[in-house]
């Protein structure tokens, strides 16, 4: 019989077997950061994402650009740099808000031109502000199920050529007459002032918050941060003071200003109500701008030798009161991150588009992130927010810093007019 | 309910006797199993609750127990130093045989429900091995080369035998078979394949492979068994289609799940004892008017499969509960479950059952 020694380690051993089995059970088998890590074949990875410059709507570099040349511009720079062969794009999905008809023709037309043989299919979708990030998901799904291997979610926004009252229908009197239908009409600048008030939100804390955007923004250009996810594009541009036509090559985001800071931002004007903390300096810009991200099985992409860069592992999407439309990623967050069973904590950047500086201030706040892990090289206030664009651009933003710093997890969020909010998470490798 | 403490023991097994209703065995380790001494009871139902008819102490912890089928005195144990002990409840103290061929602790002991003149044991030395209780050594040994926590004889065929391994597999042993170089292994189904993708739905995840603790053969259904283990879920198979993945899916245990068992009564009901210190009562979905999928096809928990659901839960355990058995007389819903709170419990699952 086994003497006292071996008796000990007979007993260490039995418990370590107890152990082992409480210790999986808690781990939460397919669940949890490390999980999340692990690589598998028919997992949707990103092997090239890219956007161009975002440029000043009505001023900037794109001014006389329209939506669809933005969208080629990013296309062709997609292939090139991909190396991807365009037939094998079965599917592109774009985002985008403004265009009338929802652009689905001129983006058919843009990817034929940019290459794109006749069978790549190409939709365009209308969600808001999420409508790139929408495009990244129904192509990531859609390659889940199988109905495609291949895929591109794109975005593009031409604010400058599009922007404008007709953008909206008029309500009939039956949506008229409904409270919360009628609420969905509301401008994002009136009710999201209502919301910094009633959700008590400091004009100081926003220009705090925005000078802060900017000085991340200028700082990160300035390191040349931005440098691998822009393509450079050239374009057309009419000089407003000359009337004189020039060609030129815009690869940086031109939004972007030096020397703002909480106070220079606090003698702006408040834009929606006479005592209102919102203001232009403390609001996303208007601008314009392309993005796209080439999506495939993992399996596909070391078939095809393409480098992968990341995976897309979750989406969420939740409605919110139309006139509480920016505490939507605060509700669209934690339902992506229990869908992947990670913490807040587990996660290393969360890019939440900076549509008001009070919305994102609100969410980062209700949902006690850690405000360095947020837009670490600016957002939207800073660079601007070209409606159906920022969703797709922020994962080019997100994979490129995560990369860089060598970090893995990462989450982007937004929220969406008429009351929504939508989060993806993404892990970068 | 009625219960009883085996003081000083911490429960691992309870068993029903094939003869006689009132007559309960437990198999308890001192000290949690993890050193020390074991101690068999054998508990009688009276009137006056339960009561310790006799008890037989042990060297080493005791991790199973199975009444024979073919004597209604004689009673084995599975000890943690690697010995079967056969024990005859009309003597005092002793075994009258001990088998001592396992290398490490034997987590199981079940006789051939249909033959009667065999049992088998599984053991942390990664062996099954088939023993006639007259006969000194084993008569079969077969690999695993993991750790087996559960192997079984099939109810309806003598020859047929199954085992779960921490390997995270099902394997179907078939003693007719030639003992060949796959010493008679006839299925091996990977217990972690995901069920397969339907129509509708999204194609389900992958899970890593996790440690089985325990399975059991459906008593009416010949080639239905379920599984369950350190990934807390319960799983159905049919081994006439072993490559399709589970049949049924039934997630709900908070933590590993100990022991399973089929109801002796009902085809589709199903009994779990688990380390979040439940007992539940399941069914798998497969009798009528149960668990049909709802029309919407928005099913609450992703991970259901198969139209199954928990029917009811037995939350008097105060710690791990590590056995529990159906008894196979009377009124259909009477069980037993024991555990590391020294408490063993007969109680009547209709009672725990919600509509």
Same mark, same amino acid.
């Given at each position: 019989m086994a003497n006292q020694t071996g008796r000990g380690l007979q007993a260490q051993e039995r418990l370590s077997q107890v152990s082992d089995h409480l210790k999986?059970?808690?781990?939460?088998?397919?669940?949890?950061?490390?999980?999340?890590?692990?690589?598998?074949?028919?997992?949707? !990875?990103?092997?090239?994402? @890219?956007?161009?410059?975002?440029? %000043?709507?009505? #001023?900037?570099?794109?001014? *006389?650009?329209? /939506?669809?040349?933005?969208?080629?511009?990013?296309?062709?720079?997609?292939?090139?740099?991909?190396?991807?062969?365009?037939?094998?794009?079965?599917?592109?999905?774009?985002?985008?808000?403004?265009?009338?008809?929802?652009?689905?023709?001129?983006?058919?037309?843009?990817?034929?031109?940019?290459?794109?043989?006749?069978?790549?299919?190409?939709?365009?979708?209308?969600?808001?502000?999420?409508?790139?990030?929408?495009?990244?998901?129904?192509?990531?799904?859609?390659?889940?199920?199988?109905?495609?291997?291949?895929?591109?979610?794109?975005?593009?926004?031409?604010?400058?050529?599009?922007?404008?009252?007709?953008?909206?229908?008029?309500?009939?009197?039956?949506?008229?007459?409904?409270?919360?239908?009628?609420?969905?009409? !509301?401008?994002?600048?009136? @009710?999201?002032?209502?919301?910094? %008030?009633?959700? #008590?939100?400091?004009?100081? *804390?926003?220009? /705090?918050?925005?000078?802060?955007?900017?000085?991340?923004?200028?700082?990160?250009?300035?390191?040349?941060?931005?440098?691998?996810?822009?393509?450079?594009?050239?374009?057309?541009?009419?000089?407003?003071?000359?009337?004189?036509?020039?060609?030129?090559?815009?690869?940086?985001?031109?939004?972007?200003?030096?020397?703002?800071?909480?106070?220079?931002?606090?003698?702006?004007?408040?834009?929606?109500?006479?005592?209102?903390?919102?203001?232009?300096?403390?609001?996303?810009?208007?601008?314009?701008?392309?993005?796209?991200?080439?999506?495939?099985?993992?399996?596909?992409?070391?078939?095809?030798?393409?480098?992968?860069?990341?995976?897309?592992?979750?989406?969420?999407?939740?409605?919110?009161?139309?006139?509480?439309?920016? !505490?939507?990623?605060?509700?669209?967050?934690?339902?992506?991150? %229990?869908?992947?069973?990670?913490?807040?904590? *587990?996660?290393?950047?969360?890019?939440?588009?900076?549509?008001?500086?009070?919305?994102?201030?609100?969410?980062?706040?209700?949902?006690?992130?850690?405000?360095?892990?947020?837009?670490?090289?600016?957002?939207?206030?800073?660079?601007?927010?070209?409606?159906?664009?920022?969703?797709?651009?922020?994962?080019?933003?997100?994979?490129?810093?995560?990369?860089?710093?060598?970090?893995?997890?990462?989450?982007?969020?937004?929220?969406?007019?008429?009351?929504?909010?939508?989060?993806?998470?993404?892990?970068?490798? | 309910?009625?219960d009883f403490r085996t003081q000083g023991y911490n429960g691992y097994s309870v068993?029903?006797?094939?003869?006689?209703?009132?007559?309960?065995a437990v198999a308890s380790s001192a000290n949690f199993g993890l050193v020390g001494n074991g101690r068999l009871y054998i508990l009688?139902?009276?009137?006056?609750?339960?009561?310790a008819?006799?008890w037989f102490d042990t060297q080493d912890s005791l991790f199973d127990t199975?009444?024979?089928?073919?004597?209604?005195?004689?009673?084995?144990a599975a000890s943690g130093d690697g010995s079967i002990k056969?024990f005859?409840?009309?003597?005092?103290e002793?075994p009258?045989?001990s088998?001592?061929?396992h290398a490490r602790e034997v987590f199981s002991v079940?006789?051939?429900?249909?033959?009667?003149?065999?049992?088998?044991?599984?053991s942390w030395d990664?062996?099954?091995?088939?023993?006639?209780?007259?006969?000194?050594?084993?008569?079969?040994?077969?690999?695993?080369?993991?750790c087996?926590y559960?192997?079984?004889?099939?109810?309806?065929?003598?020859?047929?035998?199954?085992?779960?391994?921490?390997?995270?597999?099902?394997?179907?042993?078939?003693?007719?078979?030639?003992?060949?170089?796959?010493?008679?292994?006839?299925?091996?189904?990977?217990?972690?394949?995901?069920?397969?993708?339907?129509?509708?739905?999204?194609?389900?995840?992958?899970?890593?492979?996790?440690e089985?603790l325990?399975?059991?053969?459906?008593?009416?259904?010949?080639?239905?068994?379920?599984?369950?283990?350190?990934?807390?879920?319960?799983?159905?198979?049919?081994?006439?289609?072993?490559?399709?993945?589970?049949?049924?899916?039934?997630?709900?245990?908070?933590y590993a799940?100990r022991k399973?068992?089929?109801?002796?009564?009902?085809?589709?009901?199903?009994?779990?004892a688990s380390y979040d210190m439940?007992?539940?009562?399941?069914?798998?979905?497969?009798?009528?008017?149960?668990?049909?999928?709802?029309?919407?096809?928005?099913?609450?928990?992703?991970?259901?499969?198969?139209?199954?659901?928990?029917?009811?839960?037995?939350?008097?355990h105060t710690e791990f509960v590590t056995g529990?058995?159906?008894?196979?007389?009377?009124?259909?819903?009477?069980?037993?479950s024991c555990g590391w709170d020294e408490k063993v419990m007969?109680?009547?699952?209709?009672?725990?059952?919600?509509?």
């Amino acid at each position: 019989m086994a003497n006292q020694t071996g008796r000990g380690l007979q007993a260490q051993e039995r418990l370590s077997q107890v152990s082992d089995h409480l210790k999986a059970s808690k781990a939460d088998i397919p669940r949890g950061r490390d999980a999340l890590l692990e690589k598998h074949p028919d997992d949707i !990875v990103v092997t090239c994402a @890219l956007r161009t410059a975002i440029t %000043k709507g009505g #001023k900037g570099g794109f001014k *006389d650009t329209q /939506a669809a040349d933005l969208l080629h511009g990013a296309f062709t720079s997609l292939i090139s740099r991909s190396g991807i062969d365009p037939s094998l794009i079965e599917d592109i999905a774009v985002g985008t808000v403004l265009a009338p008809g929802g652009g689905a023709t001129e983006f058919r037309a843009a990817a034929l031109a940019a290459g794109f043989p006749v069978t790549s299919a190409v939709k365009s979708l209308n969600r808001q502000c999420s409508s790139g990030l929408q495009a990244c998901v129904d192509i990531a799904n859609a390659i889940k199920t199988g109905m495609i291997d291949i895929g591109i979610g794109a975005g593009v926004e031409s604010m400058s050529t599009q922007y404008g009252p007709q953008a909206v229908t008029e309500f009939s009197h039956l949506l008229e007459s409904h409270a919360e239908a009628a609420n969905c009409k !509301v401008p994002m600048g009136v @009710l999201s002032e209502k919301m910094a %008030k009633s959700k #008590k939100i400091p004009r100081a *804390d926003q220009d /705090a918050f925005a000078a802060n955007s900017f000085q991340k923004a200028v700082e990160a250009q300035k390191k040349g941060l931005f440098d691998e996810e822009i393509a450079p594009l050239t374009v057309k541009y009419t000089d407003p003071k000359t009337d004189e036509e020039k060609t030129i090559t815009v690869s940086r985001d031109d939004g972007v200003r030096q020397g703002i800071t909480a106070e220079s931002l606090g003698k702006i004007r408040p834009a929606f109500a006479k005592d209102g903390s919102i203001h232009a300096g403390n609001a996303s810009q208007i601008s314009d701008g392309a993005a796209a991200v080439l999506l495939m099985k993992r399996s596909t992409a070391l078939r095809l030798k393409q480098p992968i860069i990341g995976k897309f592992v979750q989406a969420s999407v939740v409605g919110v009161p139309p006139l509480l439309m920016g !505490v939507g990623p605060a509700a669209a967050i934690p339902v992506a991150l %229990k869908k992947t069973g990670l913490d807040k904590d *587990d996660v290393d950047i969360y890019e939440i588009n900076e549509a008001f500086a009070s919305q994102c201030l609100y969410c980062i706040n209700e949902l006690g992130l850690d405000i360095n892990k947020v837009n670490p090289k600016g957002g939207a206030i800073a660079f601007g927010h070209p409606l159906g664009c920022t969703g797709a651009r922020q994962v080019s933003t997100l994979l490129t810093e995560l990369r860089r710093t060598g970090k893995r997890v990462g989450v982007t969020s937004m929220c969406i007019g008429t009351g929504m909010g939508m989060a993806a998470v993404w892990v970068s490798e | 309910m009625l219960d009883f403490r085996t003081q000083g023991y911490n429960g691992y097994s309870v068993k029903y006797s094939p003869f006689f209703d009132s007559r309960i065995a437990v198999a308890s380790s001192a000290n949690f199993g993890l050193v020390g001494n074991g101690r068999l009871y054998i508990l009688g139902l009276t009137a006056n609750g339960i009561v310790a008819e006799k008890w037989f102490d042990t060297q080493d912890s005791l991790f199973d127990t199975a009444w024979s089928e073919s004597h209604e005195n004689q009673i084995l144990a599975a000890s943690g130093d690697g010995s079967i002990k056969l024990f005859d409840i009309a003597l005092n103290e002793f075994p009258i045989q001990s088998w001592q061929e396992h290398a490490r602790e034997v987590f199981s002991v079940h006789w051939n429900l249909v033959a009667k003149d065999t049992f088998l044991s599984s053991s942390w030395d990664g062996t099954i091995k088939i023993w006639n209780p007259t006969h000194p050594t084993s008569l079969t040994t077969l690999p695993t080369h993991s750790c087996t926590y559960s192997a079984q004889f099939s109810p309806h065929a003598p020859t047929v035998l199954s085992a779960v391994t921490s390997d995270s597999h099902l394997r179907i042993f078939d003693l007719r078979t030639p003992a060949s170089a796959s010493n008679h292994l006839t299925l091996s189904i990977p217990i972690h394949t995901p069920p397969k993708a339907r129509p509708g739905h999204a194609p389900p995840v992958g899970i890593p492979p996790s440690e089985a603790l325990t399975h059991d053969w459906n008593k009416y259904r010949d080639s239905v068994l379920a599984t369950a283990g350190v990934d807390r879920l319960i799983r159905t198979f049919d081994i006439r289609a072993p490559g399709a993945g589970p049949i049924a899916v039934l997630p709900g245990h908070e933590y590993a799940v100990r022991k399973i068992s089929w109801s002796p009564h009902l085809s589709d009901i199903l009994l779990s004892a688990s380390y979040d210190m439940t007992c539940r009562v399941w069914t798998d979905g497969s009798a009528m008017g149960h668990g049909k999928e709802d029309g919407n096809m928005m099913q609450q928990d992703p991970m259901v499969f198969g139209g199954g659901r928990e029917m009811g839960r037995m939350g008097r355990h105060t710690e791990f509960v590590t056995g529990v058995d159906w008894c196979l007389f009377g009124a259909e819903g009477w069980c037993a479950s024991c555990g590391w709170d020294e408490k063993v419990m007969v109680w009547d699952v209709r009672a725990i059952m919600g509509p």
